[in-house]
């Protein structure tokens, strides 16, 4: 089931930093842990900043189901729609078919117990209870923990109002917040008396522990009395500790410097974590210098306003719901919620073109870790842009240029909803829509969705023409030519390859696109029984990788090459380039080129000797293929040395035995079978030997590859 983009926590330790100094909370955790084991499904409810994200976190660490505890985060969230994309994130699956993502989670999830944490979830009440109600429905193994201000209101459901924390817990926060900033406080009469002024409310204790630097709890204290007299005269329409927690960071607010509050307003603008760079750009200038902004956010960060964590793809920062819509308010009051919105815009349209030229380059880790630790911001970006009628030709150029994204990281359902729609919309920009085309016919091929894939790339051709673009043409020719190959029609295929492979050549177009192609064309080449031409061509798309530290269309050239090297005889470098070529799709959740290296593996593994071993690797490829689309593209030439290798074991193993083992594997999943392909258990006797000349001469039908890289292509520009 798992992908593993990021581990639950039993298995990580990945918990929230807050678990490292959580305070009290003894009675709800014990409640709570009884609630979770009566119940399917829990619901924390409590004002904002009362801590019920930590109670469950702790609560979680606690518990380990099977399949363990898994955390999804709907607070960065806006579109209602992208719940279930949230859950699938989450949950690291990858799924290139064109299924919705609820059905994929209820795929994926049938036979698992796992704990799921929604945290945040209050702005889509309405979807999350539809979502947890269809998943508890019809997945006996889960359980549920919603985190919000509200209950969920689904039939079942089990509260658990959170209250503050009590006087002397309050007061242990308050102490312990302190220490941690090098302030030494005592358990007097002041703090006391702050606490109880604060309600006990976890987040406007620490924001009080964040001034004790420049204040003395007497001062805070005095401070925020003169800040209570003057709120609650007003209105009475919210509840008391709503009013108090706002109250407390209005006057964390006022006490912030100038230039403190203008960065406070103006980081609201950011869905979910933020790095440095992206705070500097998106909101310095008038009135604050670009570099000023790491000192202002250090003070934020001092005061608790800001909050600081180490990700995969660096150190990044977040602010609390609570703080952020209170930061968003005053942007808006100011009338510079507009031009910030195209600052956010502007820097994530800079970070995907950086992405995409980067691509194609060593740092294609970087890129790919920096671009899943930025979605939540690429998505707000892209909602801006197809929502607004001066943004088209923007949100068709964002779309399209994450195209290594959605193809080369397991994101092709959410890919071909952003481009389904940017397609639609009139645009000035032509190129941008053309791009947007291409793009949407090769997400299409690559989910098997070939008469609509087929739709795009001709209309894409046809303006293109007339539009005179012939980068546009290029790749729509290309794409044609993929399609083409995955249909059995070798020779189009070849002869739209070749072209679109001398368009680029003339444009001057050397990326991780041009790559796929040639590695399509030794495809075809291959089929039609010139294996030492796709040889060649693989082994100078493996030369120019290595030269550019491309390491994701190499994996493809090495598959290719690992099955001459079968055909050849020579089972020790097959394996070796095979599990190469595993290893790099999948560091990249690339679960297309995963298993297409898994089936040549068994092949390879029953030339071995190890018809067994092979035959469980047939079954785990086969478990895999539902998630990728029909098996190996329903193609008869893709499909011939499956059928191989299957006919080979079952001769040796006989029927019974060989079902077994196919059954063992397709009960991994894709980390157990990775893992297995890459380790694979030594035969207890030495392979038989084989005769390279004899295999070499097999019928043509049975001397191509398992299957093929092409639908995995990689453009960088365009």
Known sequence: MRDQRRAPYPESGNLPLELSTFVGRSAELAELAEALRAARLVTVTGAGGV??????????????????????????????????????????????????????????????????????????????????????????????????????????????????????????????????????????????????RLDGIPLAVELAAGRLRMLSPGQLLERLDDRFRLLTGGGRDGLPRHRTLRTAVGWSHELCA?????????????????????????????????????????????????????????????????????????????????????????????????????????????????????????????????????????????????????????????????????????????????????????????????????????????????AGDPTAVAYAEHRTGCLALLSDDVERAETLLRSALARYQELGELNSNVLMGQIELAMTRAFQGDLPDAVRLCEDVRRVCEDHGERWARSYALYVLAYAAWADGDLPSARVLLTDCLAGAHAFHDLLGSVLAVELLALVTEAEGDPAEAAVLQGAAAGLWPSVGLPLFGSACFNAPHELCETAARERLGDERYEECVRQGAALGREPAVRRALGRPTADAPPPPRDPVRQAEAPLSMRKPAASPTRKGGETTG
């Not at 309050?170 to 009469?189: H, I, K, N």
């Open 258 to 466: 100038p230039e403190e509050r203008l960065l406070w307003a103006r980081l609201s603008v950011f869905a979910g974590r933020f790095d440095l760079d992206a705070a500097e750009y998106v909101c310095g200038g008038q009135g604050l210098h670009s570099d000023d902004v790491l000192d202002v956010l250090s003070e934020l960060l001092a005061q608790s306003v800001v909050t600081r964590e180490e990700t995969e793809a660096g150190v990044r920062y977040r602010m609390l719901d609570t703080i952020r819509d209170y930061g968003a308010e005053w942007l808006a009051a100011a009338g510079d919620a507009a031009r910030l919105r195209r600052r956010h815009r502007d820097w994530c349209l800079g970070l995907t073109t950086w992405c995409e030229l980067e691509w194609f380059s060593p740092r294609q880790d970087e890129v790919a870790a920096r671009v899943e630790a930025e979605l939540p911001n690429l998505r707000y970006a892209l909602e801006y842009c197809l929502s607004e009628p001066d943004e088209a030709r923007l949100g068709q150029y964002l779309a399209g240029s994450l195209w290594f994204y959605w193809v080369g990281c397991g994101r092709l359902s959410e890919g071909r909803r952003w481009l389904e729609q940017a397609v639609t919309l009139d645009s000035s920009h032509e190129q941008s829509r053309l791009k947007a085309l291409w793009v949407l016919g090769y997400v299409a091929i690559l989910q098997g969705d070939t008469v609509p894939a087929l739709g795009v790339l001709l209309e894409c051709r046809e303006e293109a023409e007339r």
């Open 51 to 196: 801590g019920k994200s930590r109670l469950a976190a702790r609560a979680a660490s606690g518990c380990a189901p099977p399949d363990g505890v898994w955390h999804v985060d709907l607070a960065p969230v806006r579109d209602p729609e992208f719940v279930d994309y949230a859950v699938v994130e989450a949950l690291g699956l990858t799924d290139h078919t064109t299924r919705l993502p609820h059905e994929t989670l209820l795929t994926h999830l049938a036979e698992r117990e796992l704990l799921l944490i929604l945290d945040g979830f209050e702005h889509l009440v309405d979807a999350g209870a539809e979502l947890v109600t269809g998943l508890l429905r019809r997945v006996p193994g889960l359980r549920v923990l919603a985190v919000g201000r509200r209950p969920l209101g689904v039939t079942g459901e089990r509260l658990l109002p959170l209250a503050p924390l009590g006087e002397d817990e309050a007061v242990e926060l308050f102490v312990e917040r302190a220490a941690q900033r090098g302030v030494t406080v005592r358990d007097d009469t002041d703090v006391r008396e702050l606490c109880r």
